[in-house]
């Protein structure tokens, strides 16, 4: 009876469609006593407060049930190739304390996890809570995993973390449920339910050191058999197979037109450039050759995106990632090969965008991703079962 649960009642009292007994009894078609015994547990738990809204309609004061985003806390972990951001939120994903730091991660699983741990440890404090406070705990990492058990499976870029379980590192310092996702498809998550909720079909591409694809078909993340859907930065571009790519492979699309490439061709041009924020940065400031060379990458993007658009018809992509900093030329060379080689069909709707969310973008899509995990009909069901017992 998932439809009339704990759950479902939750979630209306959430969307708004449940704020008083009265509301939940015509929505669900439950009688007042029913709706009573699904609140019971919800009130304890302390998810969902009763209070008197201050406003008198006439005899007793009308009762108004409220979400509490209170009742607990998220920790959002958004791991980079060379970044990490994390983040203790509320209930509703916003943030109560954060930070970001640079962070290989090569380094290794050992290396960078325990430095997550130690600061979701600082975050918490700063923010007044505690361990048994957080109810759940969503990461992204920059390769594929394997959503169901939350293993990187065979990561190009990431040395030590193939097979390696991610909820495993958690498990000795928080009780709660850990999900991890690849990080593109945690921004395509963030970018459609905070940006485009109206729109099912979206596809997020971060142009960043390597260049991901996060597919949002029918208002679902879509991962694939074995997690690699998305996988943009590894499809082939005519004329450059004499570059070779970090996977192995020639004439990869970031290997060609990736951050770190793009990063490499400006240096050679006796251009200070280290890595993807350095080739934005630059771009943005106007220097010729790096706005030349962001304008030409986002054609060689375009092309093998329009790909994407006949297969998958998305009403919007956004662009985000480091490189995208500099939008104006990249989404126009983006946007010239993306109309020039798609079928008039697919792109009579379809909106190129930047993305809106900046930095936040991987740890809001964490968050949302641990909530899904927490407050699902099922999740909240399964809970309070438990408590029962
Ligand atoms: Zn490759």
């Known amino acids: 009876m998932t439809e009339q649960g704990n759950g479902a009642v939750l979630r209306m009292i959430r969307d708004g469609r449940g704020v008083t007994r009265a509301d939940l009894a015509a929505v669900t078609g439950l009688g007042r006593s029913a709706v009573a015994s699904r609140l019971g547990p919800l009130l304890a738990s302390g998810l969902v407060v009763e209070s008197d809204d201050g406003v008198s309609t006439g005899g007793r004061p009308a009762m108004v049930l409220r979400f509490n985003r209170a009742a607990g806390v998220l920790l959002a972990a958004d791991l980079g190739a060379t970044h990490c951001r994390v983040e203790v939120t509320d209930l509703a994903g916003e943030p109560l304390a954060a930070a970001a730091d640079d962070l290989d991660i090569e380094r290794g699983p050992d290396a960078v996890l325990g430095h997550v741990l130690d600061r979701t440890a600082r975050l918490l404090e700063r923010a007044g809570r505690d361990a048994r406070d957080v109810a759940g705990i969503g990461v992204g990492l920059p390769g594929p995993v394997e959503h169901a058990t939350g293993r990187a499976v065979s990561p ?30 945690i921004m395509a998550l963030a970018e459609q339910r905070r940006c485009w909720p109206g729109v099912r079909h979206l596809l997020y591409v971060k142009v960043g050191t390597g260049i991901g694809c996060g597919i949002v078909a029918d208002g679902e993340v879509y991962r694939g058999a074995q997690g690699a859907a998305g996988d943009l930065g590894h499809l082939r571009v005519n004329g450059y197979d004499s570059v070779v790519c970090r996977c192995g492979n020639t004439a990869c699309l970031e290997a060609v037109a990736g951050g770190a490439a793009l990063a490499a061709a400006l240096r050679e041009r006796g251009l200070e450039a280290t890595g993807s924020r350095d080739v934005g940065r630059l771009a943005r400031g106007a220097v010729p050759e790096a706005v030349q060379m962001v304008r030409d990458a986002g054609r060689l993007i375009g ?20 490189v995208a900093d500099a939008h104006e030329p990249l989404l126009a060379g983006i946007r010239e090969a993306v109309y020039r080689r798609s079928p008039p069909l697919a792109t009579q709707q379809l909106r190129i965008v930047r993305g809106e ?11 949302l991703l641990a909530l899904d995990g927490v407050l699902s009909d099922e999740a909240v069901d399964r809970a309070i079962a438990a408590a029962a017992t």
């Open 156 to 185: 190009p870029i990431m040395r030590g973390w193939d097979g390696f379980s991610v909820p495993a590192a958690f498990a000795g310092s928080y009780a709660a449920p850990v999900v991890v996702d690849n990080d593109v498809n």
């Open 303 to 322: 092309e093998v995106l329009a790909g994407a658009v006949n297969l998958l018809n998305p009403e919007v992509i956004v662009v985000g990632g480091d």
């Open 357 to 367: 969310l900046g930095e936040r973008t991987g740890a809001i899509g964490a968050a």
